[in-house]
């Protein structure tokens, strides 16, 4: 069992920059590909980006691409999502989760996560 805790969420303006981090527990945290996933009230939990075990491979989507950079400290069993340039529209709750199907290419699908956060809420003011 994988218990993840999300934290680093606020209240920020349009422009600014958010520091998301993500704590695992277990000692198998090195070998779990790392996604982070939002939900905007009324709306779909949607994929923001993953990383690899390795942290070789990271995959964005095509909204946050360029703004957003995730990384991971595997001895320090946390991911990071860097989020600059922040806009209105990335205000959400956002998830960690964790798959442990130990690909080096991981996925932008919620359902081969095994593990998630409770989530932080992220709010970008206009």
């Known amino acids: 069992q994988v218990q993840l805790v999300e934290s680093g969420g606020g209240l920020v303006q349009a422009g600014g920059s958010l520091r998301l981090s993500c704590a695992a527990s277990?000692?198998?945290?090195?070998?779990?590909?790392m996604g982070w996933f939002r939900q905007a009230p009324g709306k779909e939990r949607e994929f923001v980006v993953t990383?690899?075990?390795?942290?070789?491979?990271?995959y964005y989507a095509d909204s946050v691409k360029g703004r957003f950079t995730i990384s991971r400290d595997n001895a320090k069993n946390t991911v990071y999502l860097q989020m600059n340039r922040l806009k209105p529209e990335d205000t959400a709750v956002y998830y960690c989760?964790?798959?442990?199907?130990?690909?080096?290419?991981?996925?932008?699908?919620?359902?081969?996560?095994?593990?998630w956060g409770q989530g932080t809420q992220v709010t970008v003011s206009s």
């Open positions: 989760a964790a798959d442990h199907s130990g690909s080096s290419y991981p996925s932008r699908g919620a359902r081969e996560y095994d593990y």
């Open positions: 277990g000692r198998t945290f090195s070998s779990y590909a």
């Open positions: 990383i690899s075990w390795s942290g070789r491979t990271t």
